[in-house]
């Protein structure tokens, strides 16, 4: 296998970044990817810090058996704790996600922005910096939303407790003259159709898959690494818990869920 040929991998906590895999394939249907779901530690949110650095070496190392020539980090609260790290040791490139603040910003009229995203993400001094260095004379309201990834990874993506649980969220911000939403977690574009009925057509929302995708791209580009296959890539699947509720979402989104998850050490 040389260098161009080689798959990209992509990894969260669980099934979220299968978002960022739709836009990926969207953007680069030439490349292989694997997937991996971390499942049996999900929600990586509320971890210490360390056990998160910690499982994002460990996925990071199967993936690098596996011939990984670029490893997408696919949760904001992974990409805060380790993805510093991870390019400090490991010498292959690695593309995290952060919260569409700067784009937010940008397009708000009314001159508040709300973020939605887990406690984790939005208590760390990335975030914080983020903030600061994008949004200036922007109000930027955050709102943790507890709850929500147990809810996606359960399958529930439009049922009553999750509109009872989104609608919670939103209102104060809507009530606050929100005009953009971000979504900073990749679980939550899969509860986009019950937001987006929560807050309005009046209210934009931004999640951050379509730009992990263009980054990808541009640092396969830059390190000689795009494969030259114009389409035709494939994804293999790999997690540490539910196959079956691994295969149920990939099914879901539209993935063709053939061929079993292959396990990861735990």
């Not at 593309?95 to 760390?124: C, D, F, H, I, N």
């Not at 975030?127 to 359960?154: D, I, M, N, S, Y």
């Amino acid at each position: 296998m040389s260098a161009t040929t080689a798959p990209v991998g992509v990894f969260d906590s669980g099934l979220g970044g299968l978002t960022v895999l739709q836009s990926l394939r969207s953007l680069l249907p030439g490349e292989d990817f694997i997937y991996f779901a971390d499942q049996a530690f999900c929600p990586y949110g509320g971890r210490p810090e360390a056990e998160i650095r910690d499982r994002a070496f460990a996925v990071t190392d199967a993936l690098r058996a596996e011939g990984a020539k670029l490893v997408v980090v696919a949760c904001n609260t992974a990409t805060i704790a380790a993805v510093a790290a991870l390019r400090a040791a490991v010498d292959i490139p690695f593309v995290g996600m952060e919260p569409a603040v700067k784009p937010a910003s940008a397009l708000t009229r009314s001159g508040v922005v709300g973020v939605l995203a887990t406690q984790g993400s939005l208590a760390g001094d990335k975030f914080q910096h983020l903030v600061a260095t994008h949004a200036q004379g922007v109000k930027v309201l955050t709102q943790p939303c507890r709850g929500w990834v147990e809810l996606v990874e359960a399958g529930d993506l439009d049922g009553p407790v999750v509109r009872q649980q989104v609608r919670a969220a939103v209102q104060p911000l809507i009530d606050a003259g929100c005009d953009v939403l971000v979504l900073g977690c990749t679980h939550f574009p899969l509860l986009r159709p019950v937001i987006a009925d929560c807050v309005g057509p009046a209210v934009t929302l931004l999640e951050t898959g379509p730009a992990v995708a263009r980054q990808t791209l541009r640092v396969l580009e830059q390190t000689g690494l795009r494969n030259p296959r114009g389409d035709g890539g494939s994804i293999r699947w790999r997690g540490t818990g539910d196959d079956v509720a691994f295969r149920a979402m990939r099914l879901r989104l539209g993935f063709d869920a053939q061929g079993e998850t292959a396990p990861l050490s735990r």
